[in-house]
């Protein structure tokens, strides 16, 4: 009984860590400048967790296989429960020190560093179950959000008010977050009705998007390409089709863009 | 007056004669404890079938499933879930499992059941509160599952129930009507009774031990027992002023969580000013003692059955596994944040909530090389409880590891909200409290019902769950870290799709891992009935529980008052009998 | 072997057996069976967790107020100010009623001494006090209403309503528990019911308490 216990405990931790080894399934390349932070981090957990992991499966199996069944002299670990609880604290202690010490860094690169001066502003509205992007337009100017002007009937998402507002005649409206790469972009994500979430898994970043605040995420893509925009915070029935796409252009076809945008 | 030199007057409950005091309104823990067992039975297989439904939406969106349409006609006619109704089992799914399964059974059930003959008592504290407890639970369930019949349906809003979604009302969505109050009104019920619960557990445990047991001898799960009633007074005292909250933004019109300018469903909502991050700190302030609340128990219960069959104290005795639950018990107030890491809060308080998150580690981790060491040097015996309590060891690792992972808001950045969140919990909830549970079932069910289980049926038991468990939980890792986004009902988008396979493995293993649980089922009926009688000690073991009958008189010890004399553990002793029971007089010999 | 606690002088504790002795905390001294023991713990492990209740509420507010720009602070009606009078009064007449238990049943044992003093009367004035409270809490409800402040109507006034509402309920708890006192001393007055009336006077004071910090929170804050 031990013996299959052991065997069996043997083949299911090697055969766990198997696609860990040969990344089976993977995160996706990343394309932020902050990516490689979080990978660097990840992999860093992953082997340190994994010796831990293999070595405490491997030897409960062990263990279960040697003294399985046994009836002998009951013996104690050498040195008794100090060694063990030293060797737990000390050597834990200084893993998660570390771990934490390094994450701290990488985490403030990405949150609570200040966005770049020059960023081009994004603003982003979720709401059940779609995301929308406005840019500012020729005159560089957010027009105001006035909730009681929104309206999905009229395709009024961001409750922008042309007649009286000036600012608002000129903002691009649109259904792609359409950036140029290797640009600092800053994202203002606003809500109409409950939470949602911004996620982009190739840049590693991810933030709740709560009624009542507006809250600023920023990053630069490194990459161009078509990326998926999806929403992780649960919405409700449509959460799981709310979806939008990121276009990481050249500098050229995203002025391009923006100039077809402008004359629509 | 007292006369000291007596022993204690202890109050005398008559015991009850008609069928309605003896098994309906009891008010004797052990009849409680049972109580608290089947209704956490009922819980626990309603909310695997719900598993199974969601399950099979997964791996297969469009499959019909015949005759759901009876069940529920808005969600899925023809047989087909519709995504909020696949929201609505999952919110269901997760509501009973956390709250009428993991909190009952380990903790209500058998800590009910137990404490008080661990610790030479008649009875709890207050067995009239202790009854109440009981039936207020029950209401709590009833009013549950009477979200699934209500014509709008259950909520949808997960177990975690965040403002907005859950406070505005039918405009947020289906299931957001009635459903939703119902789940209100069911966890606020909830919270009282568990409080009624962990009023009795502490009282009990420090004011009504027998002589000689000093809290030193008192069992692991005696100890465990106490820490979490300890967690848990505080826990659901903060959960039920939440819920209030939130019933009356649903139904009062007030902005606790309310901000102003909702515009949903194209109706511009009237309230204004609340914080949707106000409920969830309140809730995860609950929320992660909690879970907590639903694993100490199992950590007590494997210590305390452990060293019956590797037959040996645990390595460092009593002091180093008390310290580890009590130091987790205090972290565990500490890290609530750590759910809210991406929430939107001030990203410097993720920082502040990651270090205690990841010292949380620490004493887990020592409580696992405390187990790895004491079975170094043993002599292992195989039985279906001791079997779960190695299979819990090993899940307990696989689980613990990945919460390395999430406590880092660098990491959690990415995982958040995937399938790497629910492996984790599921790896620590859905299996390591699971197999406490069955641990303590195997081991204490012949103390309480007075048969002896079937060894082989649970062997059985174990070795598919225990692969079943890992086919299941373990690759919703690789989702995860492929980006795998929790909650979804269907997966459309494209970095998804090439996942959908994996999805089917699953599935299809937790219906296989399901269908093994009907070996347990049948195994606990067919021993209720037709098990052979169980001796009064039939491991071998050392605690106050194994010295009266199986099962206990009424008073527990037959109108004696058990004296302790021993340490709880005392095996590995030399000669024909390798242990000491805590009722034997004298000096232990040396271990 | 035993655990060593400090216990202060009291009747001796048998080593291991629990309950055996007077505890640490108040009103333990009553407790002179496990049972008891279990009721003085109880009831202050209820306090306890009563307080968390109230300390989430508190903290819901505080958040709230700084969450948004829209808390209109309220003007408390003067009738708390007698209210909070009217519950430490009430204590007082408690505190009073338990002096007259301890005398009425240290005579138990003492020969002779008629007993002419009797708790009951202050245990009425406590229980009449209650629900003049409780009367008080109803007629500032009524003064808010009057000025246009419902549950609804702002953040502060909700919790208003909610706190006193909730404080309200634990406080009938407390009259019910008086109540039941007040029908068991009626019977008779016996040292047993030590324990009862000592862990009724700890919940009843807490409730007091309780109001004032509540009522410094409201005074301050709302």
Known sequence: MGKVFAVLLVIITLVSVYPIIAHTWWPPPTISTTGPGVDGQMNETMIETGILFLSSQLILAGFVWAFGGRKGKIKHWPGGHKPVVAFGIIIVGLEVLSLSFVGSKVWAAMYMAAPNAQALHVDVQAEQFAFFFRYAGPDGVFGGIHPEKISDATGNYFGLDPENDVAARDDIVVGSLTIPVNTPILLTLHTKDVIHNFYVPELRIQLDIVPGLDIPLHFTATKTGRYEIVCTQLCGLGHYSMRAFLEVMSQSDYDSWLKQQSGD | MNDASAQPEIHHLAPP????????????????????????????????????????????????????????????????????????????????????????????????????????????????????????????????????????????????????????????????????????????????????????????????????????????????????????????????????????????????????????????????????????????????????????????????????????????????????????????????????????????????????????????????????????????????????????????????????????????????????????????????????????????????????????????????????????????????????????????????????????????????????????????????????????????????????????????FGGKHPVVYQDAYEYGAEGPQDYVMQTTPGKASAT | MASTTYRPAGPAAVPGVAGSGPRAWPGARAATTPKMAATQTGIWVGVCAIFMSFAAFVSALVVREGSSTDWQHLVLPRVLYINTLVLLGSSYTLEACRRRFAIVTRQETEPGGATRVSPLPWLYATIMLGSIFVTGQWLAWRTLAAHGFYLATNPSSSFFYVLTAMHGLHLLGGMAALTYMARRLARSVTSTQASALSATAVYWHFIGLLWIFLFLVMAIRL
């Open chain 2, 17 to 556: 004669h008609s069928f309605i005091r003896k098994h309906v309104f009891s008010l004797d823990h052990k009849v409680i404890g049972l109580q608290y067992y089947g209704l956490a039975l009922a819980a626990v297989f309603i909310g695997m079938v719900l598993s199974w439904l969601m399950r099979l939406h997964l791996g297969w969106t469009s499959l019909a499933i015949p005759g759901l349409q009876h069940f529920s006609q808005n969600g899925a006619p023809g047989g087909v879930i519709t995504p909020e109704y696949y929201l609505s089992l999952m919110t269901m799914h997760g509501t009973i499992m956390i709250f009428f399964v993991l909190t009952n059974a380990p903790f209500s059930g058998f800590g009910n059941y137990f404490l008080p003959i661990q610790i030479g008592a008649e009875d709890m504290a207050f067995p009239r509160f202790n009854m109440m407890s009981f039936w207020v639970t029950f209401v709590a369930f009833l009013v549950l599952i009477a979200a699934f019949f209500v014509h709008d349906g259950p909520p949808i809003s997960g177990w975690t129930a965040y403002p907005t979604l859950s406070s505005i009302g039918k405009d947020a969505g289906p299931g957001e009507a009635m459903g939703q109050n119902l789940w209100a009104v069911s966890i606020a019920l909830f919270c009282i009774g568990q409080l009624l619960g962990s009023l009795n557990f502490i009282a009990t445990t420090l004011d009504l031990r027998t002589k000689g047991m000093t809290l030193a001898r008192m069992p692991l799960s005696t100890w465990a027992w106490f820490i979490t009633a300890c967690i848990g007074l505080l826990a659901f005292a903060d959960l039920l002023p939440a819920t209030i909250l939130l019933i009356l933004d649903r139904t009062a019109g007030t902005s606790f969580f309310n901000p102003a300018g909702l515009v949903v469903s194209d109706t511009l909502q009237p309230h204004s000013g609340g914080s949707p991050l106000l409920w969830q700190h309140l809730f995860w302030f609950f929320g992660h003692p909690e879970v907590y609340i639903a694993i100490v128990p199992g950590l007590g219960i494997i210590s305390h059955i452990l060293p019956a069959f590797i037959r040996k104290p645990l390595l460092g005795g009593m002091r180093v596994m008390v310290g580890c639950m009590i130091a987790i018990g205090f972290l565990s107030y500490m890290v609530w944040g750590h759910h809210m890491f991406v929430s939107g809060m001030n990203p410097f308080s993720a920082i502040l909530f990651s270090v205690p998150t990841l010292i949380i580690t620490i004493p887990n981790t020592v409580a696992v090389l405390i187990w790895l060491g004491s079975i170094y040097g043993a002599n292992l015996r195989f039985t279906s409880a001791s079997l779960f309590c190695l299979g819990f060891i090993s899940v307990f690792i696989s689980g613990g590891i990945s919460g390395f992972f999430l406590a880092q808001p660098a990491i959690d950045t990415y995982l958040h909200a995937t399938y790497f969140v629910v492996a984790h919990f599921h790896f620590v909830m859905a299996v390591a409290a699971i197999f406490g549970i069955f641990a303590a079932t195997y081991f204490w069910m012949p103390k309480m019902i007075g048969r002896m289980m079937n060894e082989t049926l649970g062997k059985w038991h174990f070795w598919l769950t225990f692969i079943g468990v890992y086919c299941i939980f373990m690759p919703m890792h690789y989702l995860g870290l492929a980006g795998n986004v929790r909650r979804y009902a269907t997966f459309t988008d494209n970095f998804l799709l090439p996942l959908i396979p994996v999805h089917k493995f699953i599935t299809v293993a937790a219906l296989l891992t399901g269908a093994a649980q009907f070996i347990f089922l049948y195994n606990l009926f067919h021993t209720r009935w037709w098990g052979p009688k169980a001796p009064d000690n039939p491991w071998e073991a050392t605690s106050l529980e194994w010295s009266t009958t199986s099962p206990p008189p009424f008073d527990n």
